[in-house]
């Protein structure tokens, strides 16, 4: 028994931010942050939380699927900016959608947060604990980043994706996740309540050359290692959905593995660095745009804080 994703969703908040607007509050420009980082513009929270995301997220992966709410058994919920620290995210998300039989637990793995949550849905369902579960990537990074930081802020942006794993036949994948703790400084936030001193702003505080050196070694490390574990070859995958930091980082993976960039789509252009839910975003975006196709197999890989990296594969089978 396997977990097939057999619907997605995704909502990003309505206000964008350009480049342009963003070289109006710190000293940047829209031609550094393109050619240094390939984001264009990316939305931010107004009324939106990460749970008014992530629930209207989880409603369009249910509908997509054609499965009720009360259907669902488990929510698993990856995020580093919830509304509040209790009660966690998913608990949230399961009253507003009204999945009153799922059990629910949030993930803190940052931008391997989505790929945490698929590979814990994965061995609950292989398990045969539950059938049905709904997994979420959901993030309000804005409210992390220091805005007269241009090292960080020119990076992230809001938004939610989330997708529906059930129960059934096809060939079931085994995937990895590695960290880093002692790398950890390289990429931080204490969270307003826990200044570590008064020089610490609560922000996110990034050594952005030493995260994009461990990026371009460890991907690719992982990718090779998942197809080993896994006995597929590289050009079994057809699809190479990698967390969307930065477009230089994920050519780089490319060309480190020598595959055409074709195979690594993109959307960070629109959206920035969207952290647990860049990864169920993009898959929802492909699907829609008819780049998915049903037998495509996909490789997902997820690099940040920790530091963390995995991967994991699977095979695509909606229509
Ligand atoms: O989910 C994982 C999250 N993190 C990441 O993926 C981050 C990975 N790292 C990166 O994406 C890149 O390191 C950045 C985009 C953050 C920075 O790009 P870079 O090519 O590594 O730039 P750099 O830090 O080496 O800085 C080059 C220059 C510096 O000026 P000097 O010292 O050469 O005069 C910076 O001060 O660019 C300057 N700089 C900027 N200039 C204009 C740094 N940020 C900016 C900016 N606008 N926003």
């Given at each position: 028994?396997?977990?097939?994703?057999?619907?997605?969703?995704?909502?990003?908040?309505?206000?964008?931010?350009?480049?342009?607007?963003?070289?109006?509050?710190?000293?940047?420009?829209?031609?550094?942050?393109?050619?240094?980082?390939?984001?264009?513009?990316?939305?931010?929270?107004?009324?939106?939380?990460?749970?008014?995301?992530?629930?209207?997220?989880?409603?369009?992966?249910?509908?997509?699927?054609?499965?009720?709410?009360?259907?669902?058994?488990?929510?698993?919920?990856?995020?580093?900016?919830?509304?509040?620290?209790?009660?966690?995210?998913?608990?949230?998300?399961?009253?507003?959608?009204?999945?009153?039989?799922?059990?629910?637990?949030?993930?803190?793995?940052?931008?391997?947060?989505?790929?945490t949550a698929f590979q814990i849905a994965q061995t609950y369902i292989a398990a045969g604990v539950?059938?049905?579960?709904?997994?979420?990537?959901?993030?309000?990074?804005?409210?992390?980043?220091?805005?007269?930081?241009?090292?960080?802020?020119?990076?992230?942006?809001?938004?939610?994706?989330?997708?529906?794993?059930?129960?059934?036949?096809?060939?079931?994948?085994?995937?990895?996740?590695?960290?880093?703790?002692?790398?950890?400084?390289?990429?931080?936030?204490?969270?307003?309540?826990?200044?570590?001193?008064?020089?610490?702003?609560?922000?996110?505080?990034?050594?952005?050359?030493?995260?994009?050196?461990?990026?371009?070694?460890?991907?690719?490390?992982?990718?090779?290692?998942?197809?080993?574990?896994?006995?597929?070859?590289?050009?079994?995958?057809?699809?190479?959905?990698?967390?969307?930091?930065?477009?230089?980082?994920?050519?780089?993976?490319?060309?480190?593995?020598?595959?055409?960039?074709?195979?690594?789509?993109?959307?960070?252009?629109?959206?920035?660095?969207?952290?647990?839910?860049?990864?169920?975003?993009?898959?929802?975006?492909?699907?829609?745009?008819?780049?998915?196709?049903?037998?495509?197999?996909?490789?997902?890989?997820?690099?940040?804080?920790?530091?963390?990296?995995?991967?994991?594969?699977?095979?695509?089978?909606?229509?």
């Amino acid at each position: 028994m396997t977990g097939r994703i057999c619907g997605t969703g995704f909502c990003v908040p309505e206000r964008v931010m350009d480049n342009k607007e963003l070289s109006g509050m710190v000293d940047t420009s829209d031609e550094w942050i393109r050619e240094r980082t390939g984001i264009e513009r990316r939305r931010i929270i107004t009324e939106e939380t990460t749970v008014s995301m992530a629930a209207k997220a989880a409603e369009r992966a249910l509908a997509d699927a054609g499965i009720s709410p009360e259907q669902v058994e488990l929510i698993i919920t990856a995020t580093i900016s919830s509304n509040v620290i209790l009660p966690c995210t998913a608990c949230e998300v399961q009253k507003e959608i009204g999945a009153a039989w799922a059990a629910c637990f949030d993930v803190n793995a940052a931008c391997c947060g989505f790929l945490t949550a698929f590979q814990i849905a994965q061995t609950y369902i292989a398990a045969g604990v539950y059938r049905t579960i709904l997994i979420i990537g959901s993030e309000s990074l804005s409210k992390l980043t220091d805005w007269t930081d241009r090292g960080t802020c020119i990076l992230f942006g809001d938004g939610a994706g989330a997708a529906v794993l059930t129960a059934g036949e096809g060939r079931s994948f085994r995937g990895i996740l590695h960290s880093d703790g002692s790398k950890g400084a390289a990429l931080s936030c204490s969270g307003s309540h826990w200044k570590a001193d008064e020089n610490d702003s609560g922000f996110m505080k990034m050594d952005g050359r030493e995260v994009f050196k461990f990026a371009v070694k460890r991907v690719p490390e992982v990718i090779h290692e998942v197809l080993k574990l896994n006995d597929c070859s590289i050009d079994d995958i057809d699809y190479f959905v990698v967390h969307q930091a930065n477009r230089r980082i994920i050519e780089s993976v490319a060309k480190r593995l020598d595959l055409d960039a074709e195979k690594f789509p993109m959307n960070l252009q629109e959206y920035g660095n969207t952290s647990s839910a860049s990864i169920p975003i993009l898959l929802d975006e492909l699907r829609r745009n008819g780049v998915l196709k049903k037998g495509n197999r996909i490789l997902l890989a997820g690099f940040g804080a920790g530091l963390s990296w995995g991967a994991g594969i699977l095979d695509w089978i909606i229509e």
